[in-house]
């Protein structure tokens, strides 16, 4: 079983996350399985062409600030983009693509930082070229892999299945079929795996 | 200073926050001001004509589960109810002109527990004065008197006020102009309480 971490480099709480679940899953010995997926994509199906925190205003100047208690609270370094949403769909392909890569989880981090530390274009791939070749990576090929056509195809699919999983928000972490929304949510996911994982090693029945 | 908590009792997340906060507020020697108001109405002002958890069915169903976790985390009894969202708004024109009585508390932990334990219709005035009479009070008296015209205008008046500081879904609480959403956020807006008045007694130029 893994922990299925579903996420936006976009989206603002999955910033946090990102920034969290490595550290936390290792601590209870949990497997993560890093999703990246289009959550504009499910905003359009769902009759929304822009993020929430656009389209609502109150909402999105209670994230501002709340994001920002959340990060000093963890001790992570923010600074509000000047560009909401930003557009992640080449480093989502990156992501899906290259999921099982050993870097792949720094490179997931280095594309947050840039856009909620340093205040980057993260659509811009030069901006993406430089994240991958600061973790050893060959940026050009790993560009040129991740704009083919199968790659374009796999985050589609990625994208459908998040849609299918009822997958509405990010961050958003399912075990199995438990499901658990938002940044807040993290530590109940990995306690919710560890139990659970415990339980079908004492009781193979209950697994299955 | 006060720590202002605003509900709706249709409010599925105010639920185990109605049943929680007395108690954590009284534990940390922070003074609770209970706002009720009209949720819908600021759904409504955003073009919304239902509970989002109803117009968008993949929030909705994940909210059902999560409630039902949560209220088991905390010990709360919880009984999905069949009608989603009911109209609180007798209740809360009681637990709006009503705010200071010593019932007061009482009264609305007791309507919350008809909606989400018993799968009572709240709307029914007979459900309300059920409670009421529970509580020792004179129930005739107390709906007359919540149906006012004065009343009606006073749970107009409050709900336009949590417009106005940005409020946008429930529970939502507010110490000074520091805002907290969801039943998450209530420890947390406990302790800025807490610490925000500390540092009030301590230096005083800084409460100013």
Redesign the interface.
Same mark, same amino acid.
């Not at 009822?166 to 928000?169: A, K, L, R, S, T």
């Given at each position: 079983m893994t922990l299925d971490f579903w996420f936006d480099f976009g989206s603002t709480y999955s910033y946090p996350a990102a920034m969290r679940i490595e550290q936390l899953a290792a601590s209870r010995g949990v497997r993560i399985s890093w999703r990246a997926f289009l959550l504009g994509a499910i905003f359009k199906s769902?009759g929304m062409n822009d993020s929430p925190f656009n389209i609502?205003p109150? %909402?999105g %100047?209670?994230m501002w600030?709340?994001l920002e %208690?959340v990060c000093q609270s963890e001790g992570i370094p923010y600074r509000r983009p000047s560009q909401f949403p930003r557009n992640g769909l080449l480093a989502a392909r990156i992501a899906c693509w290259y999921s099982d890569a050993s870097w792949l989880s720094e490179f997931v981090r280095a594309i947050f930082r840039a856009n909620f530390q340093d205040d980057f274009d993260i659509s811009d791939a030069s901006v993406v070229a430089r994240c991958l070749t600061a973790l050893g990576q060959n940026a050009a090929e790993v560009l040129a892999r991740a704009q083919s056509a199968e790659s374009k195809l796999k985050l589609r699919a990625q994208t459908d299945e998040a849609a299918r999983l =009822?997958?509405? =928000?990010a961050p958003f972490f399912m075990v199995g079929h438990e499901?658990f929304?938002g940044n807040?949510r993290l530590e109940?996911a990995i306690s919710w795996y560890a139990e659970h994982t415990a339980q079908s090693i004492l009781s193979p029945d209950v697994a299955r």
């Open positions: 769902e609502y109150a %909402r %100047r209670y600030r709340d %208690r =009822g997958i509405f =928000g499901p929304w807040d109940q």
